[in-house]
């Protein structure tokens, strides 16, 4: 069964960039999506955008202008940067697997990141 | 984009009642791409439903989805003392992928 695990600082300074990884275990990144998912304390869930193992993207519009997702098959891992950070982007930031049906069917454990000087 | 509201925003029961949870879309939901997720604090989010009624793998049959356009209805028979979490419905069918605001069911 395929594992997901997000890891990076937990702790960003506003203006900054956030840094996220996401390791694939149990089973290979390709031959499918990978998705990054954020929720703010409090709030619902937030999408963020998606990559394919072949590397082509899809963002959310609200973040496009910040957001870089990408992959590296030789670690079976996916990225996410996110530039310019604001308090507003304090939030559990998820990584999943988009399945080949379109919904995101695996998830990882998600991972605290705060924004604050 | 495509806004989910779901409603109501907290829903009170108790175990081995039925809990009826609603998601509706402002605009019609495309290819029936509608999921439903379980959301327990500090856990993954687990999938419930896709296509609006496809039960996903190891998903008790107390869990359905019914619906269409753009409402949508997730039914949990016989609440099991598990069951109560945060469920998110979520359209992904048409681009940028959305989420509802989450209906919070908890013990009465």
């Known amino acids: 069964q395929v594992q997901l695990k997000e890891s990076g600082p937990g702790l960003v300074k506003p203006s900054e960039t956030l840094s996220l990884n996401c390791t694939v275990s149990?089973?290979?990144?390709?031959?499918?999506?990978w998705t990054w998912v954020r929720q703010p304390p409090g709030k619902g869930l937030e999408w963020i955008g998606y990559?394919?193992?072949?590397?082509?993207?899809n963002y959310n519009p609200s973040l496009q202008s910040r957001v870089t997702i990408s992959v590296d098959m030789s670690k079976n891992q996916f990225s996410l940067k996110l530039t310019s950070v604001t308090a507003a982007d304090t939030a559990v930031y998820y990584c999943?697997?988009?399945?080949?049906?379109?919904?995101?069917?695996?998830w990882g454990q998600g991972t605290l990141v705060t924004v604050s000087s | 984009e495509i806004v989910l509201t779901q409603s109501p925003g907290t829903l009170s029961l108790s175990p081995g009642d039925t809990a009826t949870l609603s998601c509706r879309a402002s605009?019609?939901?495309?290819?029936?791409?509608l999921a439903w997720y379980q959301h327990r604090p500090g856990q993954a989010p687990r999938l419930l439903i896709y296509?609006?009624?496809s039960r996903a793998t190891g998903i008790p049959d107390r869990f359905s989805g019914s619906g269409s356009g753009t409402d949508f209805t997730l039914t949990i028979n016989t609440l099991e003392p598990e069951d109560f979490a945060v469920y998110y419905c979520?359209?992904?069918?048409?681009?940028?992928?959305?989420f509802g605001q989450g209906t919070r069911l908890e013990i009465k």
């Open positions: 149990g089973g290979s990144i390709r031959n499918y999506y």
């Open positions: 605009q019609s939901v495309s290819s029936t791409y």
């Open positions: 979520q359209q992904y069918g048409t681009s940028p992928i959305t």
């Open positions: 990559i394919s193992y072949s590397g082509s993207t």
């Open positions: 296509r609006i009624s």
């Open positions: 999943a697997r988009q399945s080949q049906l379109g919904m995101e069917d695996s």
